[in-house]
Each structure stands twice: as C-alpha cells, then as structure tokens.
C-alpha cells in the first residue's frame, strides 16, 4: 500500500520548514527511522526520519523550498511488510512521529517508479506539492545540470546561468560547488550578465532562522517595557583566579572563558532575585516564577543568532559550564543544535564583547524577564585605595522587562554580579 | 575608404562572417579571386552531394522491382555524368546566387581579385589599396600536390571534376577523409572500378574507431579497394605502381589532406608545424586586428565550423560576447548509408576517464528503415554513468547526416538519457532508435 508521510508538527508551533538536503531518492529502499530529509526550521536544522520502511516512490518538495506542516514530504510504498517487522515499525512511528497522518484515499495500484527512478536526472513520480501555498519561481536549466544540483544537493534556483536565456549549464553546478556556494552570478567568465535594474539591490529570500529572529525581535520589543542599565566592573582579581583555575586545568583541554564565570554570578544572583528568573502572565493576572535556572547564551553565527541553552546551571560548577558553553557554541555552528538544546530558557547572556563591543541595549529573549550584554573588557584607570591605577574593567548592560523588574530591583540584580566579578571568591563560596 | 572590416576569401567562413559583419553595422568588405561561396559551394559540399544523390538514386532504382515497380531493369540503365553534373550546377548556381545578393543586401562590397595583406591595416586588391580596422584571413585550403613522381599520371583535383566531359573506368581516389571515401563511393555506385589509397594513421582522424571499422567494412563489400599505407611509385602506361600492386588506373582524383592557402603577406604571418595560419583561442594571429576563421587556420577543415567561427569573430569585434564551443558539432560522412557522428568518442571517453556506457540499436530492428528498404545502420550513444549525460552519438542510416541535428540539441542542452527516451518519437520513424537506445541506457 502507499504511504503519504506528511511534514510532521515536531513541535514549539512550528509552521513550516525548508528543505535543505533530501537524503533519499525516488526507488530507494529505506529502513523506518532512516532519515528522509533535513530541514531548516525557524529554529533548529534537523533530519526527518521516515516513520516507516518501504520503497520511496515520490519525493514532494526540491531543495530551498518550504514545506507546510501537514504538507506531503514523501510517499512511500510500504507493502509486503506484516507480521513482527510492522508491528515493529508501528512502535517507532509512535515513538518518533506522534503526529504524522497517514493520508487517505490514495491509489494503492500505482505502478512503481521503477528502473527510470535511480536516476538523478528523473523527475518522474516526483509531482510537486500544491503550487497555491508556494508559487515557485523555478530557473531554467539544462536536464544534466539538474541532476548535478540534486545530486551535489545544490539549490539550482540560487544559481545565476550562463547559458542562453539564464540557463543554468554544468559548468554553472560546479563554479558554484568550487566556490562552495558564494558565487552565484557565475557563468562562462566572457558573458556579463547584469539583470537590467536589479543591480542596486539584490533580492534574496529570508532564511528560516532570519523569520524567527524578527518575529522574535519585535515581539520582545512590542510586548515588553525593555529598560537598559549600563555598568562597569573592575575584574583584576578574576583574571588572576582565572589564570590559576586555568593552570590548574590545563591539561583537561577545556576553554575556561569569563563567559563561565559570569554565568555563575548570574545564576547566583539570579537565586535571590527571583523577579529576574520569571516570566508575567497578564491573561491569567499571574507570575510565572522559574525553579531551574536555565540560562540561554546567544550565539552568533553564518546563518543568524541562535539562543542555546545551559539547562540547570545551578547545579554545574564553573568548569562544567565551561564545557557545556564550548559543546553547545560548537553545535550551533555546525547548525547541529536540536531542538532541546534550544528550549525552556530562562534568562539569557549576550557576550557581544568577544566580537568587540562595549555597551549595548540588549533585547530581551521574550517572553523571559532580563537579559545581560557582556562588554569587551578594557584597560581603564580605575581608584584602588585612592590610588589611580590601571584596572581591568568589564561593562555589563542589563535589559530587564520593567513590568516585572523595579529600577531598584534591577539595580540590586546587576550590583551582585558586579559583586561575585570583582571578587570571585565569593562564588566559589556560594 | 576605410572597413572596418576586410574579410579575405568568400567561402563558408568568409561569406558568413561577411553577412554577419553587414547586419550587426560593420562597414565590410569581402574579396575573393574567383568563386563566391568557395570550395564548399563550387566543388566541395554542395555539388559533390548532388551528384552523390544521383549516384544514390541509380543505385536505388536498381531495386525497384523489389518495391513493386517493373520495367526497370539494371541492364538498361545508365549513369548519365552530364545530366548528373547540370543537375549540380544549377543547384551550386542557385546557392551562389543567393549568397552574392544576402552579401550585397546587407550591404557588403564584394571586391574580385586577389588580395595581399598589407601593412597599417591595409589590403592590396591588384594595387589598389583598401584600409581596414580589421582583416580576417579566410581563404581556406587545397589538397596537398602529389608525389613529384607522379607528375606524368593523370592527376585531378575536386575542381576539375566538375569540368570533365566523360568519367573513365579506373578510378583511384586518394585522401585520408571524408571527402575521399565519399568520392570512392561515388565512383564506385556510378560503376567504375575504384581503389583509395589512404595513410591509414590519419584514415578519418576524429572518427570514433567502431564507426572507421564499419567504413572499412563498408567499402570492403561496396568491392573498393582500400589500401593503407603504401603509396604509389610511379604511373607507367595507364598502371599506377603502388608498392608490389599494378592497379590499372585512368583517373587519379586527389583528395589529399589539407594545405593551407596562405594570402600574401607584407607582414610575416606566424604559421603553425603543419603549416596553418597559428591563431590564438579568438581567432587572431600574431598581428593584432588580423584573424583567420576556417580551413586556413587548420582547427577544424568542416564547413559549418567554419560558418560558426565566422560567426563567432564578428559578434567579438562587435563586443557581442559569447562563447566557440567547437566540441559539439556533427561530422556528416554521405556515404550510402551515410554516417554521422557527434560528440566524443569511446576513445576519447576512455582517456578522459569518464565511466560511460554505450547503448546500440540496429536499423534491421526499425520499422520505418524496413519501409525503405534502408536496414543498413544503427544508433550507438554514448553517455555517462553518473548523470547518464549524453556525450556522443553515432549513427548509421540512410538519412544520418539529417538525423544527427536531433543529437546536437540534446548535447547542446545537456541532455541525458532519460531525456533521449522520454521525448516521444513519432513512429513509424527512423529517429525511434534514439528513443530505444535512451531507454536501452536504462537497464
């Protein structure tokens, strides 16, 4: 029988994801739990597996495009499976796709895509999805370099063609490989192709991280009283504990970051100023105090900012934070952050002074009650014992949402922090 | 007066580039000592596949019984040379004519005369000089001579042919190419005893080796003596001596490998080993402004090449990029069957590296070559493993030279295999063994 896989709802009201890389193609026999297809949703980049084993004999949707949750992704032939083997794959379909729906109505005679399928170049079987939800506009190309694209997984609708018309050749598939993507507006180097008018502007479509992110933003922006407090910290006597923590570890290969130390201090301060660990419940004239002390570390990356999270940082030591900022940045680079990493943030740090920045205005990961901006830290003269000298200094910028947090509260938040920095003793105390 | 272009030689480089050159605004001006249309129309493509096509028609209409028609019978049949050869003058007269009017419709001033290139951008037209921004050489080649040895034999070039009153009986071709073989054919299907003398290292260079051995075969049963590698000695009362073989021998048409003619030149022009104008990818020799497009420049001795170089050099000059790409383009042989290739060959694959397979489809197995009584063929396609890309495409059949455009828009599309297949063929057709050899590539 045929089996229509619809794009599963994997959660946090996702709406819809792109199709970043297809892992199988029309014909291929495929396991259940194997995974179809990787898709970038607005805030993770993850497989799909298939709920069940069989035959693919369509594949809906080509590299780039967006699929609507609920919208075919595959179809799949899945007779000839009985006994024990389907009784094992209904298991896994629980388990892995709650929510997939099993598609009724279709055909079950359809005659198998069969010795035409393996072939890259074979558009057979592989209709596409309803053209009203997602009007495509779709490059002109030749038949070879399309199956290169498919092939190599090349968005060929990202690709500028030399060929007559745009069209986009094989030549144009492996410029745009060896550049690894950059070049886009390439061809045959003697034919100047300037789109008449566009040359002012380049049009290119939003990524799913890139929606997020503004949905985000201005939902923080326009559901919360965002206040900003700046101030410095003089940190002399953490680098050198650092250099000894750091000596001490050496050879554990760890990056002990002042990152680590800082999330510390604030999960601390954060114990006794609960206001900065909640969230305001208007609808139900309610606060929503927070227990764990999840703290969400924005990550710059290629493709935008991601917010991973240290899940119970209460309960790691400096170290342990240190290792599970490297692990977590590490995957957020290499776009390989789950979902679960991502999740159930309570208060958020933004180390912008690792790029270089000074002060800040955060905004706040909403609907949580504060973020803190961590500044590049700079030689200063500073008063030590009415004596001026040069000091370490560390600017902090707090955002705090002034719904939930007083002026007065926020100012006591940031004083214990500015604390726990400027003598880290204190912390190891705690 | 100055040109901005001077084309020198009227030929299928020269006149194209010259048409071209008048539509695109260039003020042009093309000269040529004798013939418009060149080799290619006077005695090269046009008129020797006229009369190739009565040479076909006698051999056709010897088997008309078989087709249901009676009273024609091969002993009272004859070969009429003169008929033959009118019939192929008013078509080269046609042509010509028609390209001296789009030369002077598009307002390109045909100079006769035999021009010498001169320097400050001048051409010298029996003295008279004209002045041009840019000259393109484009006066194409000649067989090599003969042996010295064999100044007594009776020895022609294609020109002559077409001045001969009679045709005798003992024809030896010689030429390694095309034109040789289709020539020894011709001979041979209008009954004349013929033998080609070829040098079998360049017998059909280009050619893929499957095709070469089924010409071989082909002219082995047609009963033209082919003979590799020895050359002839001496030409004695009516014999030529070709190593230990006496060959009666009347006739000897030579149609060599080609000889540049090179234009004079006041300023030296660089020559290649084998003695071609050197141009650079664009066409342009050592002197800047001074290109040579064609057979003059030896990269290529096919007429439609050359068209396109002509092409090719005036959007350049006009500032029209675009791109030669000369792997792609057909080498027709029209032969009885004819014989067309496109592509690269296995041979060529191979050292490339590039797996490949190969799908074969006979013509015995086609309806339509049943129909015409034109079994003799087959489709072969080369194409990649991994894309299934198509990268070559051999056929024997009566009609090849025709059907073989079908194979240039797939490679020019990069087409693969599946696209052969699925473009349905109407049947009954002969250009259905595309279809079958693309779903051939399947399995």
């Known amino acids: 029988m045929r089996y229509i896989f619809n794009f599963p709802d994997i959660g946090e009201g996702l709406e819809e994801g792109t199709i970043l890389e297809w892992y199988v193609v029309n014909g291929q026999t495929i396991k259940s739990g194997q995974p179809l297809v990787n898709m970038e949703t607005d805030k993770i980049v993850t497989d799909i597996p298939s709920p069940k084993a069989g035959v693919i004999v369509a ?55 069969d010795k035409n399928a393996y072939l890259a170049a074979s558009e057979e079987g592989s209709s596409k999805p309803k053209a009203e939800d997602k009007p495509v506009v779709k490059v002109q190309a030749t038949p070879l370099a399309r199956a290169m694209a498919r092939d190599m997984n090349v968005d060929i609708n990202k690709i500028i063609g030399s060929g007559p018309s745009g069209r986009v050749t094989k030549e144009d598939i492996e410029k745009y490989k060896l550049s690894n993507g950059s070049q886009k507006g390439i061809g045959k ?75 510390k201090a604030v999960v601390l301060t954060l114990k006794s100023h609960r206001q900065l660990n909640s969230q305001i419940d208007l609808e139900n004239d309610r606060m929503i105090y927070k227990n764990r002390y999840n703290i969400g570390i924005a990550v710059d990356t290629p493709e935008g900012l991601v917010v991973p999270v240290i899940k119970d940082a209460d309960h790691l030591s400096i170290i342990q934070i240190a290792e599970k900022i ?35 205005t955060p905004v706040i990961n909403y609907p949580q009650a504060g973020i803190l901006g961590i500044g590049r830290i700079v030689k200063k003269p500073v008063v030590k014992e009415n004596q001026i000298v040069v000091g370490n200094v560390i600017p ?29 003793v204190l912390m190891m105390i705690e | 007066m100055e040109y901005d272009v001077v084309i020198i030689g009227a030929g299928p480089a020269g006149y194209v580039a010259a048409i071209r050159a008048g539509q695109v605004g260039l003020k042009t001006a093309v000269v040529e000592k004798k013939y418009i249309g060149g080799m290619c129309l006077n005695w090269g493509c046009i008129p020797t596949k006229a009369i190739l096509e009565s040479a076909k028609l006698f051999e056709k209409v010897k088997h008309a019984d078989e087709f249901g028609i009676d009273g024609i019978f091969e002993h009272n049949i004859t070969f009429n040379w003169e008929k033959a050869k009118a019939r192929s003058k008013t078509i080269t007269g046609k042509l010509t004519t028609g390209i001296s009017h789009l030369l002077k419709k598009n307002g390109v001033d045909i100079i006769t005369g035999t021009a010498r290139i001169g320097t400050d951008h001048s051409v010298y037209v029996d003295d008279t000089k004209i002045s041009a921004k840019n000259i393109i050489i484009a006066t194409g080649s000649k067989p090599k001579a003969m042996d010295k040895s064999l100044s007594n034999a009776p020895v022609i070039e294609m020109e002559k042919l077409f001045t001969l009153e009679t045709i005798p009986d003992n024809i030896i071709v010689t030429g390694n190419h095309v034109s040789a073989v289709e020539m020894a054919q011709f001979f041979k299907l209008i009954g ?29 049963s047609d009963e033209i003596d082919l003979i590799l590698n020895v050359y002839p000695d001496k030409y004695e009362n009516g014999v030529l001596h070709v190593g230990e073989l006496k060959i009666k021998c009347d006739l000897i048409v030579n149609v060599n490998s080609r000889k540049a003619i090179i234009p004079e030149s006041e300023i030296p022009l660089e020559l290649t080993e084998r003695g071609f104008i050197k141009t650079s990818d664009n066409f342009e020799t050592g002197i800047k402004g001074v290109y040579a497009i064609g057979d003059v420049s030896g990269k290529s001795f096919v ?18 990029k675009s791109n030669f790409d000369s792997t792609s383009y057909p080498i027709n042989i029209y032969t009885l069957p004819e014989i067309a290739q496109i592509g690269m060959t296995e041979q ?15 013509l015995s197995a086609n309806g339509k070559a049943m129909i015409e009584g034109n079994t003799e063929g087959f489709i072969r396609m080369i194409s990649d493993k991994k894309y299934g890309q198509v990268l070559g495409i051999q056929i024997v059949a009566a009609n090849a030279t025709d059907m073989i455009a079908e194979a240039g828009a797939f490679m020019n599309l990069e087409a693969t295999v599946y696209d052969v297949a699925k473009t349905i063929h109407a049947h009954p057709t002969i250009s259905e063994i595309y279809m079958e050899a693309g779903f051939d590539a399947f399995e």
Do not use: C, W
Request: hydrophobic share 40%.
């Open chain 1, 189 to 263: 180097s003697d034919i100047i192709q300037t789109p008449i008018s566009l040359d002012s502007v380049t049009y290119e479509p939003i990524s799913q991280i890139r929606k997020a992110i503004a949905r985000n933003m201005l939902n923080s922006k326009q559901n919360t009283a965002h206040m900003t407090l700046f101030e410095e910290v003089e940190i002399s006597g953490l680098i050198s504990i650092r250099e000894k923590v750091k000596k001490a570890i050496a050879e554990r290969n760890i990056k002990l970051t002042y990152l680590s130390f800082i999330v």
């Open chain 1, 59 to 113: 594949i809906y949707g080509s590299v780039g495009e967006t699929i609507r949750v609920g919208s075919p992704l595959v179809e799949i032939e899945i007779e000839g499976v009985f006994g024990a083997d389907a009784v094992a794959e209904t298991k896994v379909i629980e388990k892995v796709e709650p929510v997939e729906e099993e598609a009724a109505g279709v055909v079950g005679t359809m005659e198998l895509a």
């Open chain 2, 192 to 220: 004349k005893k013929v033998t080609l003398i070829a040098n079998s290292d360049y017998f059909m260079v280009g050619l893929d080796y499957y095709l070469i051995s089924t010409l071989i075969n082909k002219l082995k």
């Open chain 1, 326 to 360: 490297t692990e977590l940045s590490e995957k957020a680079m290499d776009r390989k952050l789950s979902l679960d990493d991502m999740k159930e943030g309570t208060f958020t740090i933004t180390n912008y002074g690792s790029i270089g920045g000074i002060y800040a």
């Open chain 2, 303 to 320: 007429s439609h090449v050359a068209s396109a170089q002509g092409i090719f050099i005036i959007n350049t000059l006009k500032g029209i």
């Open chain 1, 396 to 424: 902090l910028s707090l955002s705090v949402d002034h719904r939930i947090v007083d002026g007065g509260e926020a100012s006591r938040f940031i004083n214990q922090i500015m604390e726990y920095l400027s003598d880290p």
């Open chain 2, 348 to 362: 060529h694959i191979k050292e490339s590296g590039i797996a490949y397979k190969i799908n074969e489809f006979p």
